[in-house]
């Protein structure tokens, strides 16, 4: 099993920056892929980006490009995710994920709320 714990979420203006984080434990060595998806009110959750965990190489959804950026720290075993030029659609619940076997996601976090005024 593996365990996840989301922080940095909270409201800010649009345009405005967050860094949200993830830190895993439990049977991190077993990971091979850490993530974000996100679920806004009324929708259905989305991905939004993905991190191989040894090598590093990073898919977006195509509407976060450009703006969000993931990155991982391999001694702390956590990942980041930092949200730049934010828009009122990016408002929702974001979930940290963990995979054991690409491309599937086994593990969830609780969730953290980002609020982008306008």
């Known amino acids: 099993q593996v365990q996840l714990v989301e922080s940095g979420g909270g409201l800010v203006q649009a345009g405005g920056t967050l860094r949200l984080s993830c830190a895993a434990s439990g049977r991190t060595f077993s990971m091979t892929d850490m993530g974000w998806f996100r679920r806004a009110p009324g929708k259905e959750r989305e991905f939004v980006a993905r991190?191989?965990?040894?090598?590093?190489?990073?898919d977006y959804a195509d509407f976060v490009k450009g703006r969000f950026s993931i990155s991982r720290d391999y001694a702390k075993n956590t990942v980041y995710l930092q949200m730049n030029s934010l828009k009122p659609e990016d408002t929702a619940v974001y979930y940290c994920?963990?995979?054991?076997?690409?491309?599937?996601?086994?593990?969830w976090g609780q969730g953290t709320q980002v609020t982008v005024s306008s």
């Open positions: 994920s963990a995979g054991i076997s690409t491309p599937t996601m086994d593990f």
């Open positions: 991190i191989r965990w040894r090598g590093g190489t990073a």
